[in-house]
């Protein structure tokens, strides 16, 4: 895992990649320090963290599209399947090697609360201050671990890029997708079934058949349909929950209310760890396929 972590780390940081990345994370955290600590002398780093979270960390697919796709690509991948180690450990050394340089700007950002704090007129709460910066490196790893899963699923970086910023969008606008759509148990179940579209198109991009993915997507329908006819009122108020369980960046505005959120921590490195395994899954069965 170390040799693997080596090389991504080297990799990114050698490359423009990784400095375009530091620097466009560094940008959008300055610009939102400047702005609510230093104009206005809001004494809550808190408040720049949380709104700095969905622009800054729309970058991470410049980070993440390479991660496996490259791999695919150039068929390099099949180096990393004769490496005397577990698939597990080349997904981790991937992985920890992204955090670390999404660290970077972040550890920069540790700066911030203690230069602003001779700024505010009523002093920052650092231990709030720098539990959302914790947050938001959690929030950050998240998002490149989901990200680093879609980058198995293709072979282009285009792609895996753009599938990546579409699913960040999508996480951030829950709230405006709730507004527009209608309710009732029936809206529900086309929910269920659009997901279940979903996981059989996944499966196909994992294991490349369609009998597979066919066998998926049908079963989770008539599940779902067979559901809905014996006992409809379960659907009620099911797709607010779908939707509202993939919502990442609401948690972390609970540090706005002056509160050390670990619940909100929690659940970032649940995610982290759900979507590595999801990627050590994909990435092996790439293997026997």
Not at 93 to 115: D, E, R, S
Not at 122 to 134: D, E, K, R, S, V
């Amino acid at each position: 895992m170390n040799a693997v972590f080596r090389k991504e780390f080297r990799s990114g940081m050698c490359g423009m990649t990784g400095m375009i990345f530091i620097a466009y994370v560094l940008l959008f955290l300055g610009l939102n320090t400047v702005y609510v600590n230093y104009n206005y002398g809001v004494g809550s780093f808190e408040i720049v963290m949380v709104s700095a979270a969905f622009l800054s960390l729309l970058a991470v697919p410049l980070l993440t599209m390479r991660s496996f796709s490259e791999e695919r690509h150039n068929k390099t991948d099949q180096l990393l399947y004769s490496l005397p180690i577990g698939t597990g450990k080349i997904v981790l050394g991937k992985f920890f090697a992204m955090a670390a340089i999404f660290a970077i700007p972040t550890l920069v950002a540790c700066i911030y609360p203690l230069i602003a704090s001779t700024y505010s007129s009523g002093g920052i709460n650092l231990a709030i201050g720098y539990g959302a910066i914790l947050a938001y490196y959690l929030l950050g790893c998240a998002i490149i671990a989901i990200c680093m899963f879609l980058s198995t699923l293709t072979e282009s970086q285009v792609i895996a890029a753009i599938i990546s910023i579409g699913a960040i969008l999508l996480m951030y606008f829950t709230n405006i997708i709730l507004s527009v759509l209608p309710s009732g148990a029936w809206v529900s179940l086309a929910a269920v079934i659009i997901l279940a579209l979903v996981i059989a198109g996944i499966c196909f991009a994992a294991t490349k058949s369609a009998v597979i993915s066919g066998i998926c997507a049908a079963v989770l329908i008539i599940a779902a349909v067979i559901v809905y006819i014996i006992n409809a009122s379960l659907f009620e108020g099911l797709i607010e929950t779908i939707i509202g369980s993939i919502e990442i960046f609401k948690p972390i505005e609970s540090f706005t209310l002056g509160t050390f959120d670990i619940a909100c921590l929690f659940r970032y490195l649940s995610i982290c760890v759900l979507f590595i395994f999801f990627t050590v899954q994909s990435f092996e069965k790439r293997r026997w396929n």
